[in-house]
Every structure is written in C-alpha cells, then in structure tokens.
C-alpha cells in the first residue's frame, strides 16, 4: 500500500503514544487495511511485552526489604573525607593529652635512636701498604672497598718472582 | 506525605524520612539496573548506591526537576559507570546463562527467550539498552528520557529505533505470528 512507508515511520511514535490525534487518527485507519503494517505493530507490542515479562520474573523475588538497610548501613559509615577529617583532628588536636604526649615523647626518642645511625660516617677503607711474608706478595687494590692479596708459593732454585 | 514535604525533611537532616521516600522507587530503580547489568548483586548493590548518592546530595535537589528524573539520573549514570568498569575488568563474569536447549513446555521457551533477551540486552550499546528500559519498562516520555540522559528528543528517538531494532532482529524466532 502506498502509506506503508508513512505509517511504519509512524509506528513507534504511535506504540508510544507520541503521535499527534491526526497522525494517530490516520495510522488507526491505515491498520484496519493493512495486515504488513499490523504485524509491525504486533512485533513492537511484543518485544515491550517480552522485555517487561523478562525483567518482571527476574525482579519479583528481588530481596527489596534488605535495601533500606544496606543504605542505612552505608549512611552510618563513614564517608572518606569524614575519616581524613578524623584523622586531621586527632592528629591535630588531640582529645587526650597525656596519650598524646607519651605519643610525641616515643617519636623524640625513636628520633634520636636513628639519628646516629642515619647520619654515621662510612667505614673508612682499609689501605694495605705492606705485608709481612716470606712468600712473594702481590697486591691489587680494586676500585671499590675490595683489596686482594696474592701470595705466590717460592719455586726451587729461584728467590720468587716479584 | 507529599513527596516535596518528605525532601525537604530529608534536606534538614531526618534520615527516617528519606526510608519514606525511597520506598515508593525501590522496585523500580531496582529493575532499571537490574536491566542494564542483568545481575541480582550488582543490580542489588547499585540500587543502594544510588540511595546513598541520592541522600548524600539531596540537599542540592532544587525541586526544579522531578524528583524521579533527578533519581534515575544518578541510577544511569551509576549504571553507564558500572558498565565502563565492567569494559575495563573484562574477568568479572556477567550472571548470563548459557543457551537453553528449548522445547515444548511453556516454562522452558520462556526461560529460553528471557535468556535471549539477556543476551540481547548485554549486546546493545548500554545508552540505547538504558533508552530502551526507560521506554519499555519505565513507561517515560521521550521528553522525560531526554531530561534523564541529558540528551535531545531525537537522540532519544533514534537511540530506542536502534534498540528496538536490536531486539527485533534477536527475537524474531519469537515474535512470529506477532507472539
């Protein structure tokens, strides 16, 4: 039929009840004439149906009761900038100042315990200048903390090599 | 009690009156996540988050708008954060079954087809999918979509076009005979 084409641009906004009463008035009178389009109609009538259907047997034995006490539960926790906030003014202003002395005399004293330690001077390098030794010595000193000392065993009819 | 009366009680702080005002959009703001994740928990857990939020910013709701637009406001775009988390950690399994194998008893087509629709839905573009549980399972205005989603009317028309063709096409077998 000629008016196919209109009225299937038609028909979503008529299934949604979007069309204006003329529109509607001449899509209602195409549909008495035209099985195509009727079935068009049909098919969008069932796919709401199917959706509403499908979405309705998974929600019915939704636990609705147990929401408002999840919200309830997560109303009462507190939010992230509450904690920070907490913990500012705990830091900051103390509510019990004998605690929070013992706090910052154990902070001086870890303090002063690990000063030395971070501030010791490095061990010094060991420099070996002579070895006492029947034997011939060589000595090589690397270029980091490692010096190396050979001794080489004497061979017959010969003083030693170096 | 008006629902204006209850947001405003709920502005100055009663927490008892905000269970009042949720009460009456649970179920639903429960199916529209439901339909978007397709997921009890996740459906479950989102639901409540959206109160949470809900109640949390309440007291910039200005009564401009519909209190349930401003609601699925925040369902959506909870729902559309969800989904881009969900693209992002791709090892989080979705509730989706596998293929039922059919048959003549009533209950198995229809679990058979729910599952189809499932998959359907999992498959469409999640603004179209949420464009689509507005219309078909919210019973929103194009115009009322529009304001949720902070689109035009026509994106909101096109968007459901697509979606319903979607659904068209993966039901088909379904819909013969115009069942």
Redesign the interface.
């Known amino acids: 039929m000629p008016d196919c084409s209109r009225v299937a641009s038609l028909l979503?906004?008529y299934v949604?009840e979007?069309l204006s009463q003329d529109e509607t008035a001449f899509v209602k009178g195409h549909l008495k004439g035209c099985r195509r389009c009727?079935?068009e109609l049909?098919?969008?009538f069932?796919?709401?149906e199917?959706?509403?259907?499908?979405?309705?047997?998974?929600?019915a034995d939704?636990?609705?009761a147990?929401?408002?006490e999840?919200?309830?539960e997560?109303?009462e926790a507190p939010?992230a900038m509450k904690r920070i906030w907490w913990w500012g003014k705990t830091l900051v202003f103390p509510v019990r100042p004998i605690k929070a002395l013992a706090w910052g005399a154990a902070l001086v004293v870890l303090f002063l315990v690990t000063l030395p330690l971070l501030t010791a001077p490095p061990t010094p390098r060991v420099v070996v200048e002579s070895v006492e030794s029947e034997h011939p010595v060589m000595i090589f000193q690397g270029e980091g903390e490692t010096t190396i000392v050979w001794l080489f065993e004497k061979e017959e009819g010969k003083e030693g090599k170096r | 009690m008006e629902e204006r009366e209850l947001i405003e009680r709920v502005q100055r702080g009663e927490?008892d009156a905000f269970?009042d005002l949720?009460a009456p959009y649970?179920?639903k703001i429960?199916?529209l996540l439901?339909?978007m994740v397709?997921n009890?928990e996740d459906?479950?857990e989102l639901?409540?988050?959206v109160?949470?939020k809900a109640?949390?910013s309440i007291k910039g709701f200005r009564m401009a708008s519909s209190f349930y637009t401003w609601l699925y406001r925040i369902a959506v775009n909870l729902a559309l954060d969800f989904r881009r988390q969900r693209v992002a950690n791709p090892e989080i399994q979705k509730e989706v079954d596998p293929p039922g194998s059919g048959g003549p008893d009533s209950s198995l087509l229809?679990k058979e087809?729910?599952e189809q629709?499932?998959r359907t839905l999992a498959q469409l573009p999640p603004q179209q999918r949420a464009v689509?549980?507005f219309?078909?399972?919210e019973g929103l205005?194009?115009k009322e979509i529009a304001k949720v989603m902070g689109c035009r009317l026509g994106t909101v028309?096109s968007r459901?076009?697509y979606a319903?063709e979607g659904?068209?096409q993966a039901?088909a077998p379904?819909?013969k005979g115009?069942?």
């Open positions: 979503e906004k949604d979007a009727q079935k049909e098919e969008l069932a796919i709401r199917h959706l509403r259907e499908a979405v309705a047997a998974e929600v939704c636990p609705l147990g929401i408002w999840g919200v309830a997560r109303l939010t | 927490k269970r949720m649970q179920r429960y199916s439901y339909g397709w009890r459906a479950l639901t409540q988050e109160f949470v109640y949390r229809r087809l729910n629709i499932n689509l549980l219309r078909e399972i205005t194009y028309m459901l076009h319903r659904m068209r039901l379904y819909l115009g069942d």
